[in-house]
Each structure stands twice: as structure tokens, then as C-alpha cells.
């Protein structure tokens, strides 16, 4: 186990509507970084928070936003829901913002229906 | 731009036979390199990393890449499958702290199944 934990594990949504996914870093970390794994694909870079402030985004719309709390653990927003959101959602956490070595939580499987 | 490629979207080994599975890169700069394993319906799980020195690199469940500088590679290798390490194999590199900080760009991942 990392020590990383997501919650929840699992979701079905509706078109339009909006979620918020959690992840809790492993302690000491400070980094965190959410992706987007659509079925078949390789996981792709939304953003990362470093000390609560984002630090880098991906290619993704403003409807996706993060929060990071003082204790390191993040938030990931997503608004008006498409049914192209649906994948598995991966938040990583890491000792520091060069994610030397990132560990991954087991992820948020989010189906928009 | 960085960019990751895994050419094979599966490999077939037997039990007990090397497994190499194969990473090539694209970035400027020196490179941070990694490989993560992931089972069903589960997050990633770290192998190993490269970030300088030693060109071969040891990492978990017995696993090692080598580092290849010359043709971009970084290729997963095992001397010995298990059918345990049946699972989906990715590929991951890390820019230049200029270019969005800590981004990992992974690659598509490949299949490894191991037959007993």
C-alpha cells in the first residue's frame, strides 16, 4: 500500500452535474497530482498543487479545478459533467514538487451516464 | 514537447522466460525516467525511476530497466516471469522542471501476460 487513499472508490453521475473526488496523501507529502485514465489509455497530467497553490496543468478545461487543504490532502472539482469524463481518476502524492517519486492511490472510478 | 512511446500493446511470455518491455522517449534535456505497473481495477504501482548515474537500473519484484541515452530507450526487463506479473506496464517521463514542474508524461501502456 502507498499510503495514498481516494475516495470514493467508485461513482455514476449524471450528464451536467458536478463532482468532487478526494485523495489523502501519504504523510510528509506535500506534492499532489491528479490524472485523468480514460479505458485503454495511459493516464494523462490534469494539475498538481504543490504547498496549496497549483503549480502546472494539463490540457484540461476550467471546469476541472483542485483544492489542496494545509494538511496536503486535494480536492478534484468537476463541473457540468460530460459523458466523456467517465475514466479512472489518480491522484499522486510526493515528498516534493519534482515528483522524484510520485505514489499513486488506488483511484476513483467515475462513470457519467 | 515530451513524449513516451510504447510500441507493443502486448507481450506474450511464458512462464519463467526473460520479459522485456520496451520505452522509448522524447524530451529535451536530461530526463527523469519511470515505470509503474498497474493490476486490475487498481491504482499504479511504482518499479523503479532513473534520474542519473548507473545506466542500469534495479528496482521492485525483481525488476530492472536500462537506460539508453543514445536511442532514447528505457526498456523494462525481468530474467524470469511470473504469472503474477501478468499485468499492464507503463512507461513515464519527466520533463524538465521548466515545463509544467512535476508532469509525468506516461506512454499507452502495454499487456505483459505471462502463461504458465
Do not use: M
Amino acid at each position: 500500500e502507498t499510503g495514498v487513499t481516494q475516495s470514493p472508490t467508485h461513482l455514476i453521475k449524471t450528464r451536467g452535474q458536478q463532482v468532487t473526488l478526494r485523495c489523502s496523501s501519504q504523510s510528509g507529502h506535500n506534492t499532489v497530482s491528479w490524472y485523468q485514465q480514460a479505458l485503454g489509455q495511459g493516464p494523462q497530467f490534469i494539475f498538481q498543487y504543490y504547498r496549496e497553490e497549483e503549480n502546472g496543468r494539463g490540457n484540461f478545461p476550467p471546469r476541472f479545478s483542485g483544492l489542496q487543504f494545509p494538511n496536503y490532502s486535494s480536492e478534484l472539482n468537476v463541473n457540468a459533467l460530460e459523458l466523456d469524463d467517465s475514466a479512472l481518476y489518480l491522484c499522486a502524492s510526493s515528498s516534493d514538487r519534482e515528483n522524484t517519486e510520485a505514489f499513486f492511490g488506488q483511484g476513483t472510478r467515475l462513470t457519467v451516464v | 514537447a515530451q513524449s513516451v512511446a510504447q510500441p507493443e500493446d502486448q507481450v506474450n511470455v511464458a512462464e519463467g522466460n526473460p520479459l522485456t518491455v520496451k520505452c522509448t522517449y522524447s524530451v529535451s534535456g536530461n530526463p527523469y525516467l519511470f515505470w509503474y505497473v498497474q493490476y486490475p481495477n487498481r491504482g499504479l504501482q511504482f518499479l523503479l525511476k532513473y534520474i542519473t548515474g548507473d545506466n542500469l537500473v534495479k528496482g521492485s519484484y525483481g525488476f530492472e530497466a536500462e537506460f539508453n541515452k543514445s536511442q532514447t530507450s528505457f526498456h523494462l526487463k525481468k530474467p524470469s516471469a511470473l504469472v503474477s506479473d501478468s499485468a499492464l506496464y507503463f512507461c513515464a517521463v519527466r520533463a524538465p522542471l521548466t515545463d509544467s514542474w512535476g508532469k509525468l508524461q506516461f506512454g499507452a501502456g502495454t499487456q505483459v501476460v505471462v502463461t504458465p
